[in-house]
C-alpha cells in the first residue's frame, strides 16, 4: 500500500509559513502528503532543512511504499570502500531519518517499525563500516593468517548491539551502544597481539566514521563504554577475555544489559557463540528476585544523579529518566525478565513490548498490567520522538517553555497544551504507580509480642550462615516480621518455629530465598504450613530451597499433568544443558521440584496417598525414560552405539507396582539382546558382555551418584538374577533360562511386579511375553505355598517392627500383604503388578472369599496412607512424641481418625485382623509346611525381598 493511502494523522505547523514554503517544493504530491509536510517543516526545523536537502530524492519515495524507499535507501553500500563509505552512509542517514519521521508522525509505520528502520540503518552502518576498515587492515597486512575473503566477517571482530540497538528499538536521536569483541581463535597464539592491536584500531577508525560530524552531517553517536571494566581496557577485547570478566565480576546492570544484546556487525556467528556461552550468567537457573533491589538502588542512583526526584512537573520533565518515564517501563519488565528468563526461555525477548506481552502470556503479569505498560510505553517514545525530531538533539527532557511545548504537542498533530499536558501528567502517574510499588522494598512491619525464649531463638538467629551477609540480614529483617506473625497463627506456633529455627539454620545463604519471600508474602504460608508439619521436608528445603521456585511457576497447584507431559519437559530441560554433566545436575533440579510439587500437594490435601503414590513413580518413569537414552548416548561417544537390539530396563519391586514413597529407592534390573553382535563399533569397542555391564554401571552413577545438585536416587540391583553374584545387565535368553530352570520362588514372586519402563519396543513386548510365559509355568503346585509360608517366618525373625507405628514390616502389615498378593498373582499366572489387582485375581481364582479380600484390601489401603503419610513428614521410624502437633494432625487426617488413641486402636486391630486372615489363609491349606529345598534357599533372598518387596 502506498503512503498516503496509509496516512492517519497530520502535525499540526507550528511555523505556518515555513510549512507552506516546504510544502510548494512537492507540488506533484497529493494534498495530504503536502499537508503532512507543511506540518512537519513547519514545527521542526532539523526536519525543515532534511526536506530541503533531500527534496529530489524524498519526493518520488512519498509517492510510492515506504518500506520500498527504505531499501533504497540502504541499497549500494556493501561494495563501498572505506573512503567512500562516509559520505554514503551519512546520506543514507538523512534519507531514512527524513522518512522515518514521516512515516511516525502520519501514523504509516507503527513505533516498531519506525525504530526498526532507525536500527536497520545502524546495522548495516556498522557492519559495513567493519568489514571496509578490517579490509583495509588485511591488506597492508596487519591481520595475520586473514586474507581479503575474511574481510566480508571483518577477520573474527563482532560488534554487539546493546540497549535499544540491541532491541530493534533506537529512538530518533539515539546513539548506538556497541561491545566490540574479537575471537582470538581465528588467529595463532603468538599472533593474538598484533591482531589485536589492529583491530582496536579498527574500532576506533568506525567510531571516528560513524560520530564525526562533517559537511554531509554524521550517522551515529557511538558509545563503547558498556564493554567489560570500561575504565581500564581497550576498545576491543577478546571474547576469552570478556567471559572471564563476567564470570568474575559480572555484575545485575550488566546482566540486565545483556538481555537486550544482539551481535549485529562483523562475525555474526561468532558473536552469537559468545553471548550463548553468557547464557548462564544473564540468566540465573533459579528465581531470583533479589535482582529487585539491584533495579531499584540503580533507579535511586540515576534519579539522584540526574536530580529528578519531586512532584512530576510536564513541562522539563525527562521521559526517559524521570518519574514514570521509558526507563521505569523498561527496568520493571528487564528485571522480571532477570527473575524468571532463567527457567522459562519464553520470557528472553529483546524489545520491551515482546517482553511485556511474554510475562503476561506466561502469568508473572496480570495482562491488564501488561497492556496498560505497553500504551503508555508506545506514547512515551513517541513524545520522545517528537522532542528530538525538533532539532535532533540527544535529549529526552520536554521543552520548559511554552513555546517549545507548543512545537512537540503540534508534532503530535494537537494545539491543546494544556489538555496534552494534563494526559500525559496522567500517564506518568500511572507509570510511577504500575512500576513504583515492584522495586520499592517493603518496610519493617511490627513484631509480633514474642516469649523470652522466642525472642532468645531470634538472637542466635544472626549468626547464621544465611543471614552473615549485610545485605541478607537487611532482605530478612523486612520479611522477619510478617514471618514471626504467620508463624503465631500456626496450630503450634512454639513447634513451627522451632522446625523453622532448625531450617535456617541449614540454609547456607539467604539471599535469594529472603527475597523470594519479600516478593511473594504467600510462599511463607507454605514455608510455615511446612515447619509446623512434616520437619523432614523442612530439612529437605534448607539443602534445597531453591524449589520454591516452582511455586511461583504458574501451574504449581494445578492437577497432575501425566508421563506425557513430565517426559516433555524433562526432555527440554535436558537440551538445554551444554553437556552431559549439566544434563546429569538439569535432572535433579527438575526432580526436586517435582518431588516437592508432590509432597506439598499430598501434605495440603489436594492428593491423597494412594495418588502421591501413582505420581512418584510417574516421576521415577519419567527419569527412567528421558535419561536412559542420554546415558547411552554419552557412552557411545567412547564405546559406540548399543550393539544387537539394544538394551531394556525392567522396574521391579514398588516401582514396577507403581506404588513408591517420598523416600522410595528404586530396584531395577537391565535385560540386552545381543543378536549376533560380538562387540560394539566405537572409538574404544567393548565385548557384548563388558559393554552392556558397563552401561549399566553408568546409568546406575547417573541415578545415584551425588553432584553439586544432589542425586535422584539410590538404586538397588539386587533382584537381579544370582543376586550381587550375577552381572548387572543379563541377556533376553539368560534371563528367560534362568527364570524356567534356576529362579527361587521369591524371585518368581519378585516377577510377578517386574515391569519394562524403557527400551525397545520390540524388546520391551518380548520381555513380557516371557514374565508372562513364566508365571503361568511356575505358578502350579505347592511350592509357591510352602515358600511363602518359610518366607514369611524368615523375614518376621530377621527384622521386627520398627516401633509401635510402624505400617510395613511385620506380620499383618504392607509387606506381609503384598507376599501374599504376589502369590496369587504367581498362583493364577495373573500379569497384574499392583496390589490390589492381585488380590482380586485371588479373588477370582477362589483362592481367598469376598469378607477376606474386603479384609485384605482395606488393610492396605490405610496402612498405606499412614506408611506414605510418615514417610513424607520424616526420613526416621515414625514418633508421635517427636512428630509434632502439625505432623499428626495431618496423619490423622491422612488415616481418617479423630485422635492418636484412635488411631492407635485402628492401627492395632487392622494388623490383628490381618494377621488373622493371613494365617486363616495358610491354615485353610494355601500354605503347607516348608520342604528340604526351600529351606536351602540362599540366604540373601528372603531378606532381599524384606527390603524391597
Known sequence: MSFDARLLRCPVPFEPDRGSEAA??????????????????GSSPYLAGLIAREADWIG?????????????ALSGLADLSSGDLGPALRQAKRRVALLAALADLGGVWPLECVTGALTRLADAAVHHGLCALVGDEIRRGKLPGQTPEDAATAGGLVALAMGKMGAGELNYSSDIDLICLFDETRYDPADQAEARASLIKVVRRLTALLSDLTAEGYVFRTDLRLRPDAAVTPVCLSMAAAELYYEAEGRTWERAAYIKARACAGDIAAGERFLKTLTPFVWRRHLDFAAIQDAHDMRLRIRDHKGLNGPINVPGHDMKLGQGGIREIEFFTQTRQLIAGGRDPALRPRDTVGALAALAERGWLPPEVADDLTNHYRAHREIEHRIQMVNDAQTHALPTSQEGLARVVNLMGEGDVAAWSARLRDRLERVETLTGGFFAPSENGDMPELSAETC?????????PALRSARAAGIFGRVEPEILRRMMRAANPEEALRQFDGFLSRLPAGVQLFSLFEANPHLIDLIVDICATAPGLARHLSRNAAVFDAVLAGEFFAPWPGTGALVEGLRAALEAAEDYENQLDAARRWLKEWHFHVGVHHLRGLTDAAEAATQYADLADTVLTVLWPVVIADFATRHGPPPGRGAAVLAMGSLGASRLNAASDLDLLVIYDPADAESSEGRRPLQVRSYYSRLTQALVTALSAPTSEGRLYEVDMRLRPSGRQGPVAVTMTSFESYQMEEAWTWEHLALTRARVVTGPPDLASEIETIRRRVLKA?????????????????IFAAKAPDGAWEAKIGPGRLQDI???????????????????????????AGLLDKDETETLLSAYRFLWRLQAGGRLLTDRALDMDTLGDGGRAFLLRETGRDDLPGLAEHLAATVARTQGVIETLLARGISAPATDAAAAAPSDGPDRDAAHG
Open 818 to 844: 503384598e507376599l501374599l498378593a504376589q502369590s496369587f498373582a504367581l498362583r493364577t499366572g495373573d500379569p497384574a503388578r499392583r496390589v490390589e489387582a492381585q488380590i482380586r485375581a485371588g479373588r477370582r
Open 778 to 794: 511356575k505358578g502350579a503346585g505347592a511350592e509357591v505355598a510352602e515358600e511363602l509360608a518359610r518366607m514369611r517366618a524368615r
Open 60 to 72: 518520488p519515495a512519498l509517492a510510492g511504499r515506504p518500506e520500498t524507499a527504505l531499501d533504497d
Open 24 to 41: 510548494a517544493r512537492f507540488p506533484e504530491l497529493s494534498r495530504p502528503l503536502r499537508d503532512l509536510i507543511a506540518g512537519t517543516a
Open 456 to 464: 532468645e531463638m531470634l538472637e542466635r538467629w544472626r549468626s547464621y
